[in-house]
């Protein structure tokens, strides 16, 4: 093993002590520069350094939140599993996105037939009634109401046309022809599309002195607007100006979730003008003016209409609620732990092996630099059995080095000198170290692999371990004990901890 | 393993031949000899020289004193199951005003929803029940509050039936993954011994055993903690795959070592047989062996002690779990290579 003393290991360990060291220190010195407070939490973190996020992402049990799993059931027709689970990834990242969580994560999972969704910060109660809400898109026309003063159509309240979402098989946002803007594609199935084409005629023929060419001339009439949600309530108090105006405004699926009967939410999708009847059942809503919608635009009135109805039915699996005090408590007492039984092990590794195990120490904090560095750059998501893996791959960093120490002292006894014993026991107890860290390092893959879901993570903090604990019980040690052996002061064996089996 | 002065001019660095010189002090028999002799080995006036192989029928007979047992509760009652295993609704609370455990399962009773109730100690309670829909579980929170008094809500775990089964299926699959994987790493390594594959094929399957046996081990003593003693601690969640899983890979490591050791010493001794080369292995990485376990177990023990609620139960099992690995690896995995071996002769 040409590893110790040479010039591309040292720099290797170098960089990646001078990496950890960044990665780690990051916060302090993101808080430092900024002028936060070096500790609690600051408004403005997580530190970015141009668009790289460096900090240790809580798993629900440490940050509190919610997890719910749901299992997809009633999957339509002539679309793919796959199609229709990302489909309803996007409807719920959207309804979800309206409630402000920092980071949802929202992931498939299973045969595609599967959805985990984690929110930081939010109640079971209010996750589930957004994410599972079952709202019912309309279409209103407009009648003549001269005492309504305001909402989007001043002297005209809406009146539901029994045309719903139910009626939509798909909405979605294309280029228009033109190639320039975006418009929404809308498809209704075979008795939306009777009943879409006769409230588009009706529409027309309601204000016939409108030219179908010009979008800036219209009437009231001839609009079609698209709601969540809009009751027949909503449209009796459509003489309250305040009332219509808040209604007209852009939807709010987080208020729609979780409203009691007195709220008031914004329920409008949008209000288009009908240009000619529509026969087919394929609409295009335009965004009017000459460069249409933007791409964004387009694609959250496709969502918000499609979001109307999910693709599949939703059956809860399982729901974790975890308040942020129990995480709170949590953390802190692992970390206790942890460092309760780091230290234990390094008074320990100090007293028994000495100036060896003094370095070893030295060598385990290095590979807890690396570890934390490499969890907040992959990132890892850090759950409290991830700690926990974390806390025994030290034991293995560890054993590796009981392997090196206890094989130093045979060779001493058998004769050989401190420096070539140092060496003779790194080579003799390698094939020992490198075929249990293998051993383990094929069994994290399969749990990470084919393991159950709640393994995968852990498997994960336990496999960074492993290699971190390579690196630095074989060549941080190693190194460290033959840069301290060159300098002869502490060739004694009495420091080396041999001493005490003297043979009488 | 020791030497004296004279002894050290002309050895040839593995100390095998001097310690088989040595004559035999009384073999120590019992489990509970052999933890003190780290201490033997910090000052001894001689080395102990254990006697790890004669003995092993009793060593084989102490493993399946706990797994025959383990067995039985598994096979007789079953688990106790935690929430995310057995499904249902979870409540984790903390009532500051410190109710009786009666007066939170009076109110409890009252909701029909067929609750159980657990003191955590100091005001805190966990309340198990059918699983509730999210109405009811408000209707059910509502209450509490009405009923009992005003509570923090700590955790709330909601679990329908159909995980358990899967995450099990899974587990069971990823075990008989690694073992396939593990039997095929270990004859590959070892099939340099003289012997050849058969000889390799004989180490794999020797730590394949004591790799069933740790996880039969840790299965069974929660068996019996769950259905025999009916302790919460016993119970099956995720969190004890996870534990059981991680054994898997702590027990061949091991092992690993031990066989490390024999392959070594079978190079290096021609004139020993393959019995005592392998209690020779044991004793030289018989230190090493409770070191690094001794350090885990310290860990593990702190976070038994002061770890929160949640990780106990997975610390205990991760506890037993490396104390069998290391037992297993010393005690059943060496000597049944020596068993296998004398079925099969190889030279």
Redesign the interface.
Same mark, same amino acid.
Request: contains cysteine; aromatic residues 8%.
């Given at each position: 093993m040409q590893l110790v003393l040479s010039w591309p290991v040292r720099l290797l360990i170098i960089g990646l002590l001078l990496f950890s060291l960044f990665v780690d220190g990051a916060g302090y010195w993101y808080r430092i520069a900024n002028h936060y407070p070096l500790t609690g939490n600051v408004a403005g973190l997580p530190p970015n350094f141009g668009g790289w996020q460096l900090y240790f992402h809580k798993g629900l049990?440490l940050a509190g939140g919610t997890h719910i799993?749901y299992?997809l059931t009633n999957f339509p027709a002539g679309q793919t599993r796959a199609d229709v689970q990302q489909k309803t990834i996007t409807v719920i990242a959207k309804r979800v996105n309206s409630l402000g969580v920092s980071e949802p994560e929202i992931r498939g999972a299973g045969n595609n037939d599967r959805i985990t969704v984690d929110l930081a910060g939010v109640t079971?109660?209010q996750a589930?009634?957004v994410i599972g809400a079952v709202n019912r898109l309309v279409y209103t026309t407009w009648v003549k109401d001269d005492k309504v003063t305001g909402g989007a159509q001043a002297g005209y309240k809406p009146q539901l046309t029994g045309l719903t979402g139910d009626d939509i098989s798909s909405a979605t946002a294309v280029i228009d022809q033109s190639g320039i803007g975006w418009v929404v594609n809308i498809q209704f199935s075979s008795h939306g599309a009777d009943l879409f084409g006769k409230l588009t005629t009706d529409n027309v023929a309601a204000c016939p002195g409108d030219p179908n060419t010009s979008i800036a001339a219209n009437c009231a009439q001839r609009h079609l607007a698209i709601w969540l949600d809009l009751s027949p309530n909503d449209i009796a108090n459509w003489e309250d100006t305040a009332y219509a105006s808040k209604v007209s405004l852009n939807y709010d699926t987080a208020c729609l979730a979780t409203a009691t009967p007195t709220t008031i939410c914004p329920k409008m999708l949008v209000d288009a003008v009908t240009l000619q009847p529509i026969l087919g059942g394929n609409a295009v809503i335009t965004g009017g003016g000459s460069g249409g919608f933007t791409q964004q635009a387009a694609q959250d009135l496709a969502t918000g209409i499609t979001a109307g109805s999910l693709p599949v039915d939703l059956?809860?699996?399982?729901?974790?609620?975890?308040?942020s005090?129990?995480g709170a408590? %949590?953390v802190k007492? %692992?970390i206790?732990?942890?460092l309760?039984?780091?230290s234990?092990?390094v008074l320990?590794m100090i007293i028994?092996y000495r100036v060896p195990g003094s370095l070893a120490s030295l060598a385990l904090l290095f590979y807890a630099g690396v570890v934390f560095a490499t969890f907040k750059v992959v990132p890892v998501t850090l759950t409290?059995?991830g700690i926990?893996?974390f806390?025994?791959s030290?034991?293995?960093a560890?054993?590796a080095n009981?392997?090196i120490f206890?094989r130093f002292k045979?060779?001493v006894? !058998?004769?050989?000198t401190i420096p070539a014993a140092v060496d !003779?026991a790194v080579r003799?107890a390698w094939?020992?170290i490198w075929?249990?860290?293998?051993?383990?390092i094929?069994?994290?893959l399969?749990?990470a692999g084919?393991?159950?879901?709640?393994?995968k993570g852990?498997?994960i903090t336990?496999l960074i371990g492993v290699f971190a604990s390579l690196i630095s019980s074989i060549i941080v040690t190693h190194n460290l004990l033959a840069i301290v052996m060159a300098g002869g002061r502490f060739r004694r064996p009495s420091l080396m901890g041999v001493d005490?089996?003297r %043979?009488? | 393993m020791l030497r004296t002065e004279t002894s050290e001019a002309e050895d040839d660095g593995t100390g095998v031949e001097e310690l088989e010189e040595q004559p035999a002090e009384e073999p120590t028999t019992q489990l509970k000899a052999v933890v003190p002799s780290v201490e033997a080995q910090l000052a001894p006036p001689r080395v102990r020289k254990i006697d790890f192989v004669g003995r092993r029928n009793w060593y084989f007979a102490f493993s399946l004193l706990i797994i025959i047992p383990g067995i039985f509760f598994m096979a007789h009652s079953g688990f106790k199951l935690g929430i995310d295993f057995a499904g249902g609704t979870e409540f984790t609370v903390n009532f500051p005003s410190q109710p009786s455990q009666a007066q939170v399962e009076a109110a409890v009773a009252s909701e029909n929803a067929g609750g159980t109730v657990i003191s955590t100690g100091g005001g805190g309670y966990i309340i198990r029940t059918l699983p509730l829909t999210p109405a009811l579980q408000k209707g059910f929170e509502t209450d509490l509050t009405n009923k009992v008094g005003p509570y923090e809500l700590q955790q709330v775990l909601e679990v329908g039936g159909t995980i358990a089964g899967e995450t099990i299926r899974l587990a069971l699959f990823s075990v008989f993954l690694a073992a396939i994987v593990i039997l095929g790493l270990l004859t590959f390594w070892f099939r340099n011994v003289p012997g050849g594959w058969r000889a390799g094929f004989q180490f794999g399957g020797s730590a394949l055993a004591a790799l069933l046996h740790d996880v039969f081990l840790l299965t069974g003593v929660f068996a019996i903690l769950g259905t025999g003693l009916n302790l919460r601690i016993g119970e099956i969640n995720s969190l004890f795959v996870t534990a059981v899983l991680t054994v898997v890979g702590f027990s061949v490591h091991d092992t690993i070592v031990v066989f490390d050791r024999i392959r070594e010493n079978l190079r290096v001794s021609q004139r020993l047989s393959f019995e005592q080369v392998v209690n020779i292995s044991i004793m030289q990485t018989l230190v090493r062996s409770i070191i690094t376990s001794f350090t885990v177990v310290l860990v593990l023990v702190a976070i038994l002690v002061s770890g929160g609620d949640t990780l106990k139960g997975f610390a205990l099992a991760l506890l037993i779990g490396i104390v069998s690995g290391t037992y297993s690896s010393i005690f059943n995995a060496a000597p049944l290579l020596v068993v296998w071996r004398r079925l099969q002769p190889l030279r």
């Amino acid at each position: 093993m040409q590893l110790v003393l040479s010039w591309p290991v040292r720099l290797l360990i170098i960089g990646l002590l001078l990496f950890s060291l960044f990665v780690d220190g990051a916060g302090y010195w993101y808080r430092i520069a900024n002028h936060y407070p070096l500790t609690g939490n600051v408004a403005g973190l997580p530190p970015n350094f141009g668009g790289w996020q460096l900090y240790f992402h809580k798993g629900l049990d440490l940050a509190g939140g919610t997890h719910i799993e749901y299992q997809l059931t009633n999957f339509p027709a002539g679309q793919t599993r796959a199609d229709v689970q990302q489909k309803t990834i996007t409807v719920i990242a959207k309804r979800v996105n309206s409630l402000g969580v920092s980071e949802p994560e929202i992931r498939g999972a299973g045969n595609n037939d599967r959805i985990t969704v984690d929110l930081a910060g939010v109640t079971a109660d209010q996750a589930q009634k957004v994410i599972g809400a079952v709202n019912r898109l309309v279409y209103t026309t407009w009648v003549k109401d001269d005492k309504v003063t305001g909402g989007a159509q001043a002297g005209y309240k809406p009146q539901l046309t029994g045309l719903t979402g139910d009626d939509i098989s798909s909405a979605t946002a294309v280029i228009d022809q033109s190639g320039i803007g975006w418009v929404v594609n809308i498809q209704f199935s075979s008795h939306g599309a009777d009943l879409f084409g006769k409230l588009t005629t009706d529409n027309v023929a309601a204000c016939p002195g409108d030219p179908n060419t010009s979008i800036a001339a219209n009437c009231a009439q001839r609009h079609l607007a698209i709601w969540l949600d809009l009751s027949p309530n909503d449209i009796a108090n459509w003489e309250d100006t305040a009332y219509a105006s808040k209604v007209s405004l852009n939807y709010d699926t987080a208020c729609l979730a979780t409203a009691t009967p007195t709220t008031i939410c914004p329920k409008m999708l949008v209000d288009a003008v009908t240009l000619q009847p529509i026969l087919g059942g394929n609409a295009v809503i335009t965004g009017g003016g000459s460069g249409g919608f933007t791409q964004q635009a387009a694609q959250d009135l496709a969502t918000g209409i499609t979001a109307g109805s999910l693709p599949v039915d939703l059956q809860v699996l399982s729901v974790q609620q975890v308040g942020s005090t129990l995480g709170a408590q %949590s953390v802190k007492l %692992s970390i206790a732990a942890g460092l309760l039984g780091l230290s234990i092990v390094v008074l320990f590794m100090i007293i028994y092996y000495r100036v060896p195990g003094s370095l070893a120490s030295l060598a385990l904090l290095f590979y807890a630099g690396v570890v934390f560095a490499t969890f907040k750059v992959v990132p890892v998501t850090l759950t409290l059995a991830g700690i926990t893996g974390f806390i025994l791959s030290v034991g293995m960093a560890v054993d590796a080095n009981v392997l090196i120490f206890e094989r130093f002292k045979e060779e001493v006894r !058998a004769g050989r000198t401190i420096p070539a014993a140092v060496d !003779a026991a790194v080579r003799r107890a390698w094939p020992a170290i490198w075929n249990s860290n293998v051993s383990t390092i094929f069994t994290c893959l399969i749990l990470a692999g084919v393991g159950p879901n709640a393994v995968k993570g852990f498997a994960i903090t336990l496999l960074i371990g492993v290699f971190a604990s390579l690196i630095s019980s074989i060549i941080v040690t190693h190194n460290l004990l033959a840069i301290v052996m060159a300098g002869g002061r502490f060739r004694r064996p009495s420091l080396m901890g041999v001493d005490r089996v003297r %043979s009488t | 393993m020791l030497r004296t002065e004279t002894s050290e001019a002309e050895d040839d660095g593995t100390g095998v031949e001097e310690l088989e010189e040595q004559p035999a002090e009384e073999p120590t028999t019992q489990l509970k000899a052999v933890v003190p002799s780290v201490e033997a080995q910090l000052a001894p006036p001689r080395v102990r020289k254990i006697d790890f192989v004669g003995r092993r029928n009793w060593y084989f007979a102490f493993s399946l004193l706990i797994i025959i047992p383990g067995i039985f509760f598994m096979a007789h009652s079953g688990f106790k199951l935690g929430i995310d295993f057995a499904g249902g609704t979870e409540f984790t609370v903390n009532f500051p005003s410190q109710p009786s455990q009666a007066q939170v399962e009076a109110a409890v009773a009252s909701e029909n929803a067929g609750g159980t109730v657990i003191s955590t100690g100091g005001g805190g309670y966990i309340i198990r029940t059918l699983p509730l829909t999210p109405a009811l579980q408000k209707g059910f929170e509502t209450d509490l509050t009405n009923k009992v008094g005003p509570y923090e809500l700590q955790q709330v775990l909601e679990v329908g039936g159909t995980i358990a089964g899967e995450t099990i299926r899974l587990a069971l699959f990823s075990v008989f993954l690694a073992a396939i994987v593990i039997l095929g790493l270990l004859t590959f390594w070892f099939r340099n011994v003289p012997g050849g594959w058969r000889a390799g094929f004989q180490f794999g399957g020797s730590a394949l055993a004591a790799l069933l046996h740790d996880v039969f081990l840790l299965t069974g003593v929660f068996a019996i903690l769950g259905t025999g003693l009916n302790l919460r601690i016993g119970e099956i969640n995720s969190l004890f795959v996870t534990a059981v899983l991680t054994v898997v890979g702590f027990s061949v490591h091991d092992t690993i070592v031990v066989f490390d050791r024999i392959r070594e010493n079978l190079r290096v001794s021609q004139r020993l047989s393959f019995e005592q080369v392998v209690n020779i292995s044991i004793m030289q990485t018989l230190v090493r062996s409770i070191i690094t376990s001794f350090t885990v177990v310290l860990v593990l023990v702190a976070i038994l002690v002061s770890g929160g609620d949640t990780l106990k139960g997975f610390a205990l099992a991760l506890l037993i779990g490396i104390v069998s690995g290391t037992y297993s690896s010393i005690f059943n995995a060496a000597p049944l290579l020596v068993v296998w071996r004398r079925l099969q002769p190889l030279r």
